[in-house]
């Protein structure tokens, strides 16, 4: 495995709640490396999703480095989030969070949009990506029009266009069936190991975990442990050489 | 993100609540509507003074007098406060003449010279103003036939009468009821044989037999409307060879009248090229030492009487604009906190501060636009039906739009959306990308 792309140091995140002060990371350290399906597993509360917002930079950690890419996500103003997150990072919602007036093309396409990618480059790899997740047929269909294990195929497309080093998914299967459930968890470690891209996923369904190189899991704002997968490395790399053999 | 991106980002969240997109535009139709045909109808009501006034004479002719002479016919001109400064009397001879025509914008310049004659055709006889004047500056001094032609270079004892002139003669041996019952006379000035005598008594039992009357060739007629309709213009050269003779009869007979040096004019006119030069030329011959007063004197100060009215009308406008302006901010807040969540992905996914503020700019400046269009739209129709109704009650308080009120609505309308919306876009760009993770 190669370098490590995310870097967590010492990270602490405090919220007021008018008089009394929740602590919801209390001073987590984690290097995930590159090409890594990290999971944050744990359940509500235990501060997974509030790790997720301040890797993304969404929000900003009372103490603590975090750097990604070489970069101190914690010191970056709005505009170079802005700018970071377009060439870096991509995301995955619960909700998928399409925008309603826009197409399933279009909705791809919004992260090269506000790159300034033009129209014809743009169209062409929206097409490719939605090809990859399955939905040829749907190009032109609002989100209003397509189901939810649809809809979070285009959400999917829509994080991985830019080609981003870290893709971040936040319970993306929490509103899904089990069939679905599976079919997206493949269709995201396989679009991310296609490309070497790491992914941080957090969830608080354990059988997503079997997904993941490393299972993060945390309790009360601290990681309690964390566990590697090497079963399904070693299983991974069997099939890899036999394919090879073939 | 380029700006076709942002326009169609913006039309289509306009679409997808087109009932409030509408009632917004709505705002903004009325509010230009109305500050359009407010103004419409001020600028109407300039043209009409405008119209009216040129009926008097040309708006582009500025009269001079020498410093210290009364002035020719001035209906409401405010006295001219320069005349007192310069209490030197400067000649109003060839030399100032030349001087006008050195301004820049004069086109061409005469020397006027009037004196009231009687006019004779068989037994009819009238009083008519006679003028004299550069005969090569007619054309440009704004007179008009209706018959024949205005005199040019060459005249030398052309004449050009007012049609009132030939329209009102009467036969001065009647008594006046026999004046009045008398069918008036027909008389083809063009063509019957026309004189004009100085002896104000002529044709009655005072007249001086010693006066010869002369015979003076009518190469065109003046239409009964304006100030010339009961004048006679001449050439200058004429007019003198007449006014000596009359002067030295005057003499002969005791009398003198106003005794003027030679070589200077009573009054000069000066045609300027630009009618918005007028007053400017206007103010350098004052300069000079004269007197001078235009028609825009006028003008002026029938604009300056009716600002008021102006102002109000505009306030009427300007007041709906700012309740229009008032609801697209308002519509804008309600889709920022309908689209908190959305403006929170747009964020997490790349879009920059700027991103964010443009598009909620160019919504807002979508609904100012369209609402200047159709307002500009409903203006033409409102303005042609106020000037049925004005043209009904008699009313010359029409309405008129020219294009640039148009383009300046349309422009207008677009600048207060654009404004209006600034402040909702602003907050759009200070939410938290973190709305976009929670979850209902």
Known sequence: MGKNIIRIKNVKKLYRMGTEVITAVNGISLNVQQGEVCCLFGKSGSGKSTLLNLMAGLEKPTKGEIIIHNKHIERMNENQLAAFRQQYIGFVFQSYNLLPTLTALENVTLPLIFRGVSVKERTERAKEMLKAVGLEGRTHHKPGEMSGGQQQRVSIARAFINNPQVVFADEPTGNLDTKTTYEMMDLITGLASKYKQTLVIVTHDWELSEYADRIVVMMDGKIEKIEKIEQKKMLQNVQQSGGDVE | MSIRDLMMMAGRNLWKRKLRTFLTVLGVVIGTTSIVVMISIGIGMNEGFKK????????????????????????????????????????????????????????????????????????????????????????????????????????????????????????????????????????????????????????????????????????????????????????????????????????????????????????????????????????????????????????????????????????????????????????????????????????????SLRDIKLLFLTEAAFIGFAGGIAGSLISFVMSKVVNVIAMQQGSDMTSLIPIWLYLSAIGFATVIGILSGYLPAKRAMKLSALAAIKTE
């Open chain 2, 52 to 351: 009216q006034i040129e009926e008097w004479g040309s708006l582009q002719v500025i009269d001079v007098y020498a410093s210290g002479s009364g002035g020719g016919y001035v209906m409401m001109a405010p006295a001219s406060s320069s005349s007192s400064k310069s209490k030197k009397d400067v000649p109003l001879d060839n030399a100032a003449i030349e001087k006008f025509k050195a301004i820049e914008h004069v086109e061409a310049v005469s020397p006027i010279l009037q004196s009231s004659m009687i006019l004779v055709s068989g037994k009819y006889v009238n009083y008519a103003n006679v003028i004299g004047i550069d005969p090569a500056a007619m054309e440009a001094l704004g007179y008009k036939v209706e018959e024949g032609r205005v005199l040019n270079g060459e005249d030398k004892d052309g004449l050009v009468i007012g049609r009132g002139v030939i329209e009102s003669m009467y036969n001065p041996k009647m008594s006046w009821q026999m004046q009045a019952q008398a069918t008036p006379p027909e008389i083809d000035a063009m063509n019957d044989k026309i004189m004009l005598t100085y002896d104000w008594n002529y044709g009655t039992k005072g007249q001086d037999k010693s006066i010869k009357p002369i015979k003076v060739n009518v190469v065109g007629v003046m239409p009964n409307n304006g100030s010339n309709s009961y004048s006679v213009i001449m050439p200058m050269q004429q007019m003198q060879k007449i006014m000596k003779d009359m002067e030295a009869w005057q003499k002969k007979q005791g009398s003198t009248s106003e005794t003027k040096k030679k070589g200077q004019y009573n009054q000069v006119s000066v045609k300027v090229d630009d009618i918005n030069e007028v007053q400017n030329v206007q103010q350098q011959i004052k300069d000079m030492g004269f007197q001078a007063s235009s028609l825009t004197d006028q003008l002026e100060s029938m604009k300056e009487t009716t600002k008021m009215l102006r102002m109000v009308l505009g306030a009427i406008g300007a007041i709906s604009l700012i309740v229009a302006a008032i609801g697209i901010t308002n519509t804008m807040v309600m889709a920022i906190y309908e689209r908190t969540r959305e403006i929170g992905v747009m964020k997490v996914i790349g879009a």
